[in-house]
């Protein structure tokens, strides 16, 4: 019987702390929907646009506005963002994105934020810390991009994955990895290719020490060329002070107009089983093949 009384007994007192326990999460709750909504919106998103404009060297322009939502998360939509080093690229179209604490980072010295967007037919998010470390993934986005102005070559595909792990802005010992997966590549604009190159799929990573990448792995396959390649990328401030030093190993399949494995072979150098060996140089927004 005593045993019964005491089971009893502890009943009322768990239902109890139960109702305060509610109360009081409905009691943050309220203040915090109260303190989303007495925020100055306008301040804080020109605040973030700033400060983002300013580490990452671009323009953004929201046409659809930003609006603060539970649980604090700014969400906006039809964005455009246009990188200064980069304006031979059309700007990027965001149709809708979404920017919110990093909760487990904020009881430490080094809060964060994270991001998701859509964009470009597929979906990009990055996780952003006070440090400037900066993880990034890319999953299915539509490319349609110029290769070099005055040319009218258009490089179009579809970039399956794309993962990028680096501190901004990069110091002489920031260690950056970035890996790319392309798949049915084309390069159009080709005098006497109305189907364009293809270049299949392709798969590039890179592994840096400030601003000098090794590239580790260089790779097209099942297109109208095979080719693999190795060397260093030096980044500079935009794609004109890059530059590229790598070696190509280029094979050409049977699906290769011949014109241009004819043109292969007179400027490359034969190795081994069909495949020549190029040179690839001169800057990001100027390559030189010899």
Not at 116 to 132: I, P, T, V
């Amino acid at each position: 019987m005593r045993f019964r009384r005491s089971q009893q007994g502890k009943k009322p007192a768990l239902q109890r702390a139960g109702i305060v326990l509610l109360g009081l999460g409905l009691l943050l709750l309220g203040g915090f929907t109260g303190l989303l909504l007495a925020l100055p919106t306008d301040a804080l998103t020109n605040r973030l646009i700033q400060e983002v404009e300013t580490r990452t060297r671009t323009e953004i322009d929201i046409s659809g506005g930003m609006q603060l939502a539970l649980p604090l998360a700014l969400r906006g939509a039809e964005s455009v963002v246009q990188p200064r080093t980069m304006t031979q690229f059309p700007p990027v179209q965001i149709d809708r994105f979404q920017v919110r604490p990093l909760w487990t980072s904020l009881l430490t010295f080094n809060p964060g934020l994270t991001a998701e967007a859509q964009l470009m037919n597929g979906s990009m998010s990055a996780a952003y810390r006070a440090d400037g470390s900066l993880s990034l993934q890319a999953d299915n986005l539509l490319l349609d991009l110029p290769i070099e102005q005055g040319f009218n070559l258009q490089l179009k595909g579809r970039l399956l994955q794309g993962r990028l792990n680096t501190v901004v802005p990069l110091g002489r010992e920031t260690a950056s990895r970035l890996t790319l997966t392309l798949d049915r590549v084309r390069l159009l604009g080709l005098t006497g290719q109305e189907n364009g190159l293809r270049l299949g799929t392709i798969r590039l990573e890179l592994n840096g020490e400030g601003n000098s990448f090794r590239v580790a792995e260089l790779r097209a396959v099942e297109g109208d060329f095979t080719v693999t390649g190795a060397g260093r990328v030096l980044l500079g401030n935009s794609p004109a002070s890059s530059r590229l030093n790598l070696r190509l190993t280029i094979r050409p399949e049977a699906s290769a107009d011949p014109t241009l494995a004819d043109l292969l072979r007179m400027t490359g150098r034969e190795s081994s089983a069909g495949a020549y060996q190029l040179r690839l140089g001169g800057s990001l927004a100027r390559p030189e093949l010899n």
